[in-house]
């Protein structure tokens, strides 16, 4: 992994000691939450409480201030031709792309609000800390009955604050029973952090 991340984005080890933190947060399922929880104890401790409740009330709404940016980006891109090509599209991608047409100007200023709280959140846990461990995924991998919009939030609850925050992040997989696996997100300040490189390298 050092290397590919050497050849890619110009990452070069250090060989100096990393201080990273767990967080756990969102609808996790048990069983995945306790595999996650073992496997992020190796990459450091619990976050400082007063840093981790800030962080999990930053990324309660994060989802909705996510929706808010990126619905009306997606419909800036397919303004010209969507109306009238409704029939090529699904109908729930088709749904979306209209929501994210009546975005009103006073809904994307709310969001832009959350999205500077929760890069200042980010910002305190890095003067602290070298990178930040979270949950990547909340339940193991659907059936297509259970690819319902309810599991798209559980999902999105977990991947949306780091995406609206702008922070590069690594997922790593980690396993169950049965085949199944979960996931870990690695996040840190900078995409070119020797993080990726050395915590990584196992």
Excluded at 22 to 34: H, I, Q, R, S, Y
Excluded at 81 to 88: F, G, I, L, M, T
Excluded at 147 to 163: H, N, Y
Excluded at 183 to 198: N, T
């Amino acid at each position: 992994m050092a290397a590919s991340l050497q050849a890619l984005i110009g990452v070069k080890a250090t060989g100096r000691a990393w201080r990273g933190a767990w967080l756990p947060f969102g609808d996790v399922d048990a069983e995945l939450a306790t595999a996650q929880e073992m496997v992020a104890d190796w990459f450091g401790g619990p976050l400082e409480t007063v840093l981790a409740e800030r962080l999990r009330m930053e990324f309660a709404e994060a989802p909705k201030a996510f929706g808010a940016l990126r619905g009306p980006e997606a419909w800036a891109v397919h303004a010209g031709w969507a109306e009238r090509r409704k029939d090529a599209y699904d109908p729930v991608v088709f749904a979306r792309l209209m929501a994210g047409r009546e975005v009103t100007a006073e809904a994307r200023a709310a969001a832009l609000g959350v999205r500077g709280r929760l890069i200042a959140a980010f910002d305190a846990v890095w003067e602290k800390y070298d990178f930040l461990v979270l949950p990547a995924t909340p339940c193991v991998a659907p059936v297509k009955v259970d690819c319902t919009q309810a599991t798209r939030d559980r999902i999105f609850e977990l991947t949306t604050p780091v995406s609206l925050a702008g922070l590069p992040v690594l997922t790593f997989p980690v396993m169950l029973g049965g085949g199944f696996s979960t996931g870990l997100q690695i996040v840190a300040p900078r995409v070119d952090s020797p993080v990726f490189a050395e915590v990584l390298d196992i």
